[in-house]
Each structure stands twice: as structure tokens, then as C-alpha cells.
């Protein structure tokens, strides 16, 4: 299971760093995503790497988060900035680039405006 870290409080405009760790997975071979739930909404995308270094974003995030890889195959990181209120969510990490892996446990992400 992937251990999410790095979730907090911060005003807007602020910017965060999410870590997941899936040890023993398969992302060198497949890839990781990053997802979030808002309370009373679905589960979305935000952003996801695919094994070779294809990077795709949801437009929402767009141009103020950045998902990247660790030095180490099973670490994914999400670099968020400019953070809005409207981003405040658990923010999960998936061991599959599609979201049909395994779900970590999530980190909470409140941005106040």
C-alpha cells in the first residue's frame, strides 16, 4: 500500500509538497497517479506519470502542479503551488497511472482563503 505524506494547512497562494512511497510496486514498469476527493464529490485525477516520463494534468491544475518522479522507482512526488481554496481535498496516491492500482490511505490538503 502507498504512504502519502506531506498533506497540511495553507493560505492561498501557497504552495505544498505531497510524497508517496509505494514500496514494492510496480511503477517502474506502469507508472503513479495523484487523486482527490473533495467532501460530498467524486474521486478525480489531478495529475499522473506514466513509466518513461509521460506527464499529464487535469486542466484544473494546469501550469501550478508538478508530479515527478523519485530517485527511487516507487516515489511519485506533487509539487503544488499558487494553491487555491478550491483545492482543498485528501489527495491520493494510486500505484497505477490509470487509478486501477492500489489506493494509499490519503492526505489531507486544506488551503484557506
Known amino acids: 500500500q502507498p504512504v502519502e505524506s506531506g498533506g497540511g494547512l495553507v493560505q492561498s497562494g501557497g504552495s505544498l509538497r505531497l510524497s508517496c512511497v509505494a514500496s514494492?510496486?510496480?511503477?517502474?514498469?506502469?507508472?503513479m497517479s495523484w487523486h482527490r476527493q473533495a467532501p460530498g464529490k467524486q474521486r478525480d485525477m489531478v495529475a499522473r506519470?506514466?513509466?518513461?516520463?509521460?506527464?499529464d494534468y487535469a486542466d484544473s491544475v494546469k501550469g501550478r502542479f508538478t508530479i515527478s518522479s523519485g530517485s527511487a522507482p516507487d516515489t511519485v512526488y506533487l509539487q503544488m503551488n499558487s494553491l487555491k481554496p478550491e483545492d482543498t481535498a485528501v489527495y491520493y496516491c494510486?500505484?497505477?497511472?490509470?487509478?486501477?492500482?492500489?489506493w494509499g490511505q490519503g492526505t489531507q490538503v486544506t488551503v484557506s482563503s
Open positions: 514494492g510496486s510496480a511503477f517502474a514498469l506502469s507508472g
Open positions: 494510486n500505484t497505477a497511472w490509470n487509478g486501477n492500482g492500489v
Open positions: 506519470i506514466i513509466a518513461g516520463g509521460v506527464k
